[in-house]
């Protein structure tokens, strides 16, 4: 599958800000980058290695009060749709050593805590069927709903309100999975079935050696989302960072099958 990306971003920053973007598309297994264009007027920009190695983060230091980006990529997508369930556990003292960072808590996905409730829902279970069976259960009882976190909700606000958008859902996942001794990490995405577009958040789970996407929003799967950036929660991965406030102006992504 052909995707093609273009997006648009207009915020007021001030004279000579640094701005930290994570917006492109990863060159990895399973996608491959066929071409993209990234204009930032008037601004001077330096990559750096991505979180995990997935991507990279870009500083562009905009000399203009306004930032004005445009980003266009099309991406092919070769990622095979495996069935979870048919995927078993890896032992944790089988783990790599750079993936048992994603068993632990961190600051939005506070997985010690849920320690008992995973056990009591899903403990009969073992690997991808389990990933599963929690990525139903946070699909049927979780409410989608629209501006209903902020950028300091965490998993244990949305399991106390039940309700939340793909950064909530994303984490969730991640602190289920985490707790049931299951590596998991959160990945930011573009994908034509995310509504309202926008940049989008999914899971990725380790399973017999690989990392494997979780939507549990419904919205995308593996055959389908482009793979931006990876990290322990949304802390890591922001799609924009600045030291100072950045006012909106204009935001739009549009993602399509081509």
Request: proline share 4%; with cysteine.
């Amino acid at each position: 599958m052909r995707l093609e990306i273009d997006v648009n971003m207009q915020y007021m920053l001030g004279d000579g800000s640094m701005v930290l973007l994570v917006i492109e598309a990863a060159r990895t297994q399973g996608q491959t980058v066929l071409h993209e264009q990234l204009d930032i007027a008037d601004a001077t920009l330096t990559r750096i290695a991505g979180e995990g190695g997935v991507g990279h983060r870009l500083w562009a230091q905009v000399a203009t009060e306004q930032m004005n980006l445009r980003y266009r990529a099309e991406v092919e997508i070769t990622r095979p749709q495996i069935a979870l369930e048919s995927l078993g556990p890896t032992p944790i003292h089988d783990l790599p050593g750079d993936i048992l960072t994603y068993l632990r808590p961190s600051r939005f996905c506070q997985s010690d805590l849920f320690q008992d409730f995973t056990v009591q829902n899903f403990g009969a279970l073992e690997g991808g069927r389990k990933i599963v069976a929690i990525r139903d259960w946070i699909a049927s009882e979780i409410r989608y709903v629209p501006a209903s976190s902020n950028p300091e909700t965490t998993v244990v606000d949305t399991f106390a309100t039940m309700e939340g958008v793909c950064r909530d859902y994303a984490h969730l996942v991640c602190a289920l999975a985490r707790a049931a001794d299951i590596p998991a990490r959160y990945a930011s995405v573009y994908g034509p079935g995310v509504d309202p577009q926008d940049f989008h958040a999914v899971a990725q789970v380790w399973l017999e050696g690989g990392w494997h996407i979780v939507d549990a929003t419904g919205m995308g799967s593996a055959a389908d989302l482009v793979l931006i950036a990876a990290g322990r929660d949304a802390y890591d991965i922001a799609f924009m960072e600045t030291r100072s406030l950045a006012q909106l102006v204009n935001q739009t992504v549009d993602v399509r099958r081509r």
